[in-house]
């Protein structure tokens, strides 16, 4: 799949630069996911609105000198020349430990929940999680919630934070195609839409919904849904609610021209899917919690910051 690489840039900093060009072994063909880039820059742009600590992105541009002086990114990575995207190289990543406990579920080990919840329970920004819950939500990241390595943590002066990673898989996937507008359509009937979405979430956690994967199951010690009054939902919805057809417009600036395959009706697009999936989030949360995705769930319907017209 998708194997970044880290280089340096013209300024002297260190970058993970993604391709989309990508190896996919399960049909052991190179495919271009060509929404990607796009993609990641959104949500991006989305973690920055949600002030969700996420690394820091540019879009990189890849020249033919550095292809020539660099010729494995050619040949055997597969990179061209233009712009891509890039993350900022984070310091101190806990890596060691991370690998560890992902070796002990390839050893399928039955005791590795216990790990995962110590490995996230001393985390500095815990109002994230939330948050990243509600994100993934209105973006149908779903590849998170079974996947280990799309979350990572790194000390920052003495204190360890969660960061987001990886999001161009977001939107049914990194490519434009008919699943994204069937997507749209799908909305349109709200009780059925709802219904999918949980479904998904099942498919993708690979368990049933008593949780959302076995990385929100350590994740979950840091919901509080206790309080159906105050809980720790209530000011990410409020924010996702709030999003409108400006705060669109402006995550879109800056995005080059060549990564779209057809720029006007992709930006509609996200633009459609993220003003009706905003509309869901606070039912989909609730229904997560009346299936017991959050342990600390006591009953009752969960209450909003702001009493809405009309219903899903």
């Given at each position: 799949m998708?194997?970044?690489?880290q280089v340096i840039g013209s300024d002297g900093n260190t970058y993970i630069l993604k391709n989309q060009n990508v190896y996919d072994p399960r049909i052991q063909k190179w495919v271009f996911w060509?929404?990607?880039f796009i993609q990641e820059v959104l949500v991006y742009n989305i973690c920055k609105y949600l002030d969700i600590k996420v690394p820091n992105c540019v879009i990189a541009n890849i020249d033919q000198a550095f292809i020539e002086n660099a010729p494995a990114l050619k040949f055997e990575h597969r990179y061209s020349v233009g712009f891509h995207f890039a993350s900022g190289f984070i310091e101190n990543i806990e890596d060691n430990i991370l690998n560890g406990y992902r070796m002990l579920i390839q050893m399928g080990k039955p005791y590795i929940k216990t790990p995962w919840k110590k490995f996230?329970?001393?985390i500095h920004n815990t109002d994230d999680i939330a948050k990243i819950i509600a994100l993934d939500l209105l973006t149908a990241n779903f590849d998170r919630f079974g996947n280990e390595g799309n979350l990572m943590i790194a000390k920052e002066n003495g204190k360890r934070y969660v960061y987001a990673i990886d999001h161009g898989h977001c939107f049914n996937g990194p490519s434009w195609d008919i699943n994204k507008r069937q997507e749209l359509l799908n909305m349109a009937n709200p009780?059925?839409?709802v219904q999918k979405v949980l479904s998904d979430l099942h498919t993708y956690s690979g368990a049933p919904l008593s949780g959302l994967g076995?990385?929100?199951k350590a994740l979950d010690q840091h919901i509080d849904v206790s309080n159906p009054s105050d809980h720790s939902f209530m000011d990410v919805v409020k924010k996702i609610e709030n999003i409108n057809t400006s705060i669109i417009d402006g995550w879109f600036n800056n995005i080059p021209g060549e990564w779209y395959v057809d720029k006007i009706n992709q930006i509609s697009f996200y633009k459609q899917y993220i003003l009706k999936k905003k509309e869901f989030i606070r039912v989909l949360i609730n229904q997560l919690?009346?299936?017991?995705?959050?342990?600390s769930y006591t009953g009752g319907e969960l209450e909003w910051?702001?009493?809405r017209t009309g219903t899903l």
């Open positions: 998708s194997k970044p690489i060509d929404s990607m996230f329970q001393r009780k059925s839409y076995v990385m929100f919690a009346m299936n017991r995705a959050f342990e910051r702001e009493s």
